[in-house]
C-alpha cells in the first residue's frame, strides 16, 4: 500500500487480531527497514509522553495525559526510560498496558531496548497509543470483555 497512512494501517493492523508487539516483528526485518518504520509510526515530539516510572498503569498521570493526546491527534507515544535494573518490571508492565488498554485505544510496543548511557545502562520502550474514535475509557482485556476491577464490580 504505497503512499497508505502508517498510523492508519497499524489501525487495522491491531483491531483485525495483528499482535501487538511490533518491537519482535520488527526484529525480524532489515535493521535499516526496520528503522525506517519506525520513524514513520513515531508521532511529533509534542506527541510523546516520556516518563521514568517502570510501573506502568492507565490510571497515572503520564499515562492520562499520552491518552488525551492520542484522543486529540489520533496517536502518540508513551516512552518509559527507567535503569536497566527496573527492566523486567517495565517490560512486565507494557505486556499488561497492551492486554488491558482503555476501550477506544488500540496499544502497540514499538520499541523494547537497553541501551548504555553516561549514567549506566538503561531500559526503554515505546507504547504506540492509537484513538480508534471516542473517548478513552476503562481497560478492555485483549478478548474485549471488561476485566474485573479489584475495587469494583461493576
Known amino acids: 500500500m504505497p503512499g497508505s497512512d502508517p498510523t492508519a494501517m497499524l489501525r487495522e493492523h491491531l483491531t483485525t487480531?495483528?499482535?501487538p508487539d511490533l518491537?519482535?516483528?520488527l526484529r525480524e526485518e532489515d535493521r535499516d527497514r526496520a528503522r525506517g518504520i519506525r520513524r514513520a509510526l513515531r508521532p511529533p515530539r509534542r506527541q510523546i509522553v516520556a516518563t521514568g516510572d517502570a510501573q506502568l498503569s492507565w490510571e497515572s498521570e503520564?499515562?492520562?495525559?499520552?491518552?488525551a493526546l492520542a484522543l486529540e491527534h489520533g496517536v502518540a507515544l508513551l516512552a518509559p526510560d527507567v535503569p536497566v535494573a527496573d527492566r523486567l518490571v517495565l517490560n512486565d508492565s507494557v505486556r499488561r498496558c497492551t492486554r488491558r488498554c482503555p476501550e477506544g485505544m488500540a496499544v502497540a510496543i514499538l520499541t523494547s531496548t537497553v541501551y548504555r548511557s553516561d549514567?549506566?545502562?538503561r531500559a526503554k520502550s515505546e507504547l504506540l497509543l492509537i484513538s480508534l474514535g471516542g473517548e478513552p475509557g476503562e481497560p478492555v482485556a485483549a478478548d474485549g470483555e471488561r476485566p474485573v476491577n479489584e475495587e469494583t464490580t461493576r
Open 62 to 67: 503520564t499515562s492520562r495525559r499520552a491518552l
Open 23 to 25: 518491537n519482535r516483528d
Open 17 to 19: 487480531g495483528g499482535t
Open 119 to 121: 549514567g549506566g545502562q
